[in-house]
């Protein structure tokens, strides 16, 4: 029995089990929603931080002295907290520890709303922003701030520091949403390779783009998974590049690994080493919102052809994105490589039987 025909055998069997599954549990085609999944929360983070007015860049490092900083309240607004009427520039700052035993887990570090724009570093690694600093201003007051820690930016078991930098326009300022913390989500897939965090972004559309000798150094750095609007990228409708570069374990087997995308909105073409994998939408057809159907709310999923993989080293995996109305991006994880098992332990564990069809797609097309 070769390998296509094990995989048949092994998917009808799964999509008969998920079949008979209570009602309940089963959802739309393409309506998997990640939000949905309860968080628990790793480390709680309300309570006192070390704050201080003004800017400086200096301030997102972790060796930073900041003993002699004053202290405040989070969450809460800082007019409320000794600095009333203060629009402009302040940091945040927090010193906490993490255990190892969570390393494996997808990390989501919750900091609710933020007046207006932050951007968020981990000792000294930067994990997320939201808005525009000055002097292209772009509030992103009324986003629930939700960033994906890369586990390499953690010190497990040892001395870490989260640094914030906020900017507020005016009007209230500050850290104000009540959930705050380090969480994980219960029934996250377990990924060989995580790809959540920093990639390269660029607006425009060239051929090169796919190819991984393309040298991008100049292209702006964006955060994955996270809309474009909130990351600067104002009122864009039309293509635009990721690229993302990563290396897996030299002992892993890489036959029959997947490749998670997240949510995309709302069209994709994705390439691994110039090499094309997939394809959700209509790439090529620029169409208007009454065309775009639903195709932003399916989750990708290819499959990673073994032959194309560098093992042992430099992969480059160059994202084409088509945005025809409203936000656009790759907004929503999970955003990782994945083995076989790993992928149907997630499906059996987390009920989505919309999600059967396109996992037997990806092994036949």
Do not use: C
């Not at 809460?76 to 494996?104: C, L, M, N, T, V």
């Not at 590049?241 to 030299?250: A, D, I, M, S, T």
């Not at 195709?295 to 160059?318: C, W």
């Not at 936000?327 to 992928?343: A, R, S, V």
């Amino acid at each position: 029995m070769n390998r296509y025909s094990k995989l048949f055998i092994d998917w009808m069997i799964l999509g008969l089990t998920l079949l008979f599954m209570p009602l309940w549990a089963a959802d739309g085609e393409g309506d998997w929603d990640n939000n949905d999944q309860p968080f628990t929360r790793i480390l709680d983070l309300r309570g006192q931080w070390y704050f201080e007015l003004g800017d400086n860049k200096d301030w997102a490092q972790a060796e930073h002295e900041d003993s002699d900083w004053d202290v405040i309240f989070v969450p809460a607004r800082w007019e409320d907290e000794g600095f009333p009427g203060y629009d402009g520039f302040a940091w945040y700052r927090r010193h906490f520890k993490i255990s190892r035993d969570i390393q494996s887990s997808t990390i989501y570090l919750l900091l609710g709303q933020i007046d207006d724009v932050d951007a968020v570093y981990i000792n000294g690694h930067l994990v997320g922003y939201s808005g525009d600093f000055p002097p292209n201003y772009w509030t992103a007051w009324h986003r629930h701030r939700e960033y994906v820690v890369p586990a390499s930016a953690l010190n497990f078991d040892g001395d870490n520091v989260i640094a914030i930098r906020v900017f507020d326009e005016g009007g209230a300022g500050g850290i104000v949403g009540n959930k705050i913390g380090f969480f994980r989500k219960e029934n996250d897939p377990i990924f060989e390779k995580s790809l959540a965090g920093t990639w390269k972004f660029k607006t425009g559309d060239k051929g090169a783009f796919r190819k991984p000798s393309y040298n991008d150094e100049d292209w702006r750095d964006i955060m994955v998974p996270a809309l474009w609007e909130s990351q600067g990228i104002h009122d864009y409708d039309g293509i635009g590049w990721y690229r993302k570069r990563f290396r897996l374990p030299e002992n892993l087997d890489t036959d029959g690994l997947v490749l998670l995308l997240g949510k995309i909105d709302d069209f994709d073409e994705v390439f691994l080493n110039g090499k094309h994998i997939g394809t959700t939408g209509r790439m090529g057809k620029r169409v208007g919102p009454d065309r775009l159907d639903d195709t932003y709310r399916k989750l990708r999923i290819y499959y990673l052809p073994d032959d194309l993989i560098n093992k042992g080293g430099e992969n480059i995996l160059a994202v084409r994105v088509y945005d025809g109305w409203q936000h656009g991006g790759i907004y929503e994880g999970p955003i990782g490589i994945i083995t076989e098992k790993n992928l149907r332990s997630w499906i059996r564990a987390t009920n989505q039987t919309s999600l059967l069809t396109r996992f037997l797609q990806i092994f036949f097309e």
